[in-house]
């Protein structure tokens, strides 16, 4: 169980932007291939099945989280201290 503990399961926004650009043109050189291929046989279903391969290849391709979509990862501020709370409530009366 440690082994899936270890896995990274997050992709930076440069990343998402990436791996849905890659999705879109991969769905659409299948689905651009498939329909020419099916026109030509006269057969639609090849249309749809190739068009199914492209799918299954842009979700192996872009839904894991591959190093190629964690380069850029954000840096984040550091957390405040936390505080007991009646400090924050004693300013918020004073502005009013």
Do not use: N
């Amino acid at each position: 169980m440690y082994f899936f503990d270890t896995l990274p399961t997050h992709m930076d926004y440069d990343g998402q932007r990436k791996a849905e650009k890659l999705s879109r043109i991969i769905i659409t050189l299948f689905g651009v291939v498939g329909l020419i291929w099916g026109y030509i046989i006269q057969q639609f279903s090849q249309t749809v099945y190739i068009l199914f391969a492209g799918f299954v290849l842009a979700a192996l391709v872009t839904v894991p989280p591959w190093p190629m979509y964690r380069r850029k990862p954000l840096q984040w501020q550091k957390p405040r201290p936390e505080c007991d709370g009646t400090e924050s409530v004693m300013k918020s009366k004073k502005k009013k």
